[in-house]
């Protein structure tokens, strides 16, 4: 009785005080009995459920390690691109593969590994990419992401595209749509956001036409996003 209380103990106070996945593991290794407590009472499906991507340097190698036993737990994913880590994201949607929602920032000329969105093809619903123009290297490889999110993600309901924010940004995006309009076929909402998101008349009728039933909303700003 008194072991059992002990470990309820220390299950409501780990609930409360872990924050990460990264706090959870030191916690873990500190007493055995909150290893105990995080396995018997399923704390892992709360920490891991959010992750945020990258890490600092010197905790990556450990939140790989627990990706590795524990990724199954994790189905909301938030990467900054802004501060590296895309390299990475292959072998963690591996290590992930029950993503139902993602947002991605600082999407550039590279663009994505088409891997990533094989391996989530049937539990992403929910995808928020933010893109950015390189004065130097050029337009994001905005057509290409989504034209491999659109091949792989049937399960898809919901898109955001940020930061359209040059010069045919907005006919990528919506000739992607209306050229694959039999992929992804549960999407129901997408959102544009940028200084050239705006749609005319004519790819208003093309899209209604290509996609019944899609719901479109615009959000502009007067100049491109310099502020990341």
């Known amino acids: 009785q008194m072991d059992r209380l002990r470990d309820e103990l220390l299950a409501a106070l780990a609930q409360r005080a872990v924050g990460s996945s990264v706090e959870a593991r030191n916690w873990c290794l500190v007493c055995q009995g909150f290893s105990v407590s995080f396995q018997h009472y399923r704390l892992w499906n709360q920490v891991m459920a959010k992750v945020c991507w990258p890490p600092s340097n010197k905790c990556k190698a450990r939140m790989l390690d627990a990706f590795y036993r524990l990724g199954s737990h994790c189905t909301q994913f938030r990467v900054d691109g802004h501060r590296g880590g895309f390299e990475d994201l292959p072998i963690l949607a591996q290590l992930c593969p029950r993503i139902s929602a993602v947002e991605i920032s600082g999407v550039g000329v590279e663009g994505l590994n088409a891997e990533i969105w094989q391996s989530w093809g049937r539990s992403l619903r929910h995808a928020n990419l933010a893109f950015f123009y390189d004065a130097v290297d050029g337009p994001p490889a905005l057509r290409q992401v989504l034209s491999d999110v659109f091949t792989s993600c049937s399960k898809l309901e919901h898109l955001v595209v940020q930061g359209m924010d040059w010069l045919n940004a907005r006919e990528a995006c919506l000739a992607i749509l209306c050229e694959q309009s039999s992929d992804a076929p549960e999407l129901r909402m997408i959102e544009l956001a940028g200084s050239e998101a705006r749609l ?29």
């Open 200 to 228: 005319g008349p004519g790819w208003a009728e093309q899209l209604k036409k290509a996609r019944p039933g899609l719901s479109v909303k615009i959000s502009l700003r007067p100049s491109a996003n310099l502020d990341w």
